[in-house]
């Protein structure tokens, strides 16, 4: 059995960069910092270390990036580790490592989104549909589901021995 899965959550490097297929595929590219903050155990300050990953969305994916984001969008992908190689105008094999998107969630709010700045962000693309943050973070409120705000009262106590307590089913 294996496994290849990987969970980030960190700020676009910058604007994704969107390639139309002759096939009608659409690919987006962008970069994500993600920074880790730790204190130094010999001198005690905080210090911060950034990794770089390179993001690939695939067609629906690929149509959200390209509209909702921008450089400095907080994101979570999840996603897995590809690793390709290929050969640069001097013959040498380079390695490229990447994520694969399988799933992306914008994090933060609105306002603090780049893409939501100036006219014609990508938030206000298409008013019909539900803000990116709803229609990909929180799937469960659009269908409806709502938790309980208190729990619910229990069921009385059955008069009848074997009499199943709550049952109001017809038959």
């Given amino acids: ?3 290849n ?12 960069e969107v390639r139309h297929l002759e096939s ?3 690919t987006a590219t ?31 994916l690929a149509e959200v990036a390209e509209k909702y984001v921008r ?17 640069d105008s001097n013959g ?4 490229v490592t990447e994520i694969v998107a399988d799933n992306m969630q914008l994090l933060g709010r609105k306002a603090d989104n780049p893409a939501a700045q100036g006219q014609g962000g990508g938030w ?18 659009q269908s409806g589901y709502q938790a309980p705000s208190q729990p619910a009262p229990a069921a009385p106590a059955a ?4 009499d199943e307590i709550g049952d109001d089913l017809p038959f």
Wanted: proline content about 7%; some cysteine; charged content about 25%.
């Fill in 24 to 26: 009608g595929v659409v």
């Fill in 159 to 162: 008069d009848v021995p074997g």
């Fill in 92 to 95: 040498n094999t380079r390695y």
């Fill in 1 to 3: 059995m294996s496994l």
């Fill in 124 to 141: 206000q693309a298409q008013p019909s549909r539900p803000a990116p943050q709803q229609q990909y973070q929180q799937p469960y409120q």
């Fill in 71 to 87: 450089k400095g969008t907080q994101l979570f992908i999840e996603g897995r580790i590809r690793t390709r190689s290929y050969n």
């Fill in 30 to 60: 962008f970069s994500l910092a993600t920074t880790e903050k730790f204190r130094d155990r010999t001198s005690g300050e905080l210090k911060e270390q950034t990794e770089w990953h390179n993001i690939v969305c695939w067609r629906n």
């Fill in 5 to 16: 899965k990987v969970l980030l959550i960190g700020n676009a490097g910058r604007d994704p």
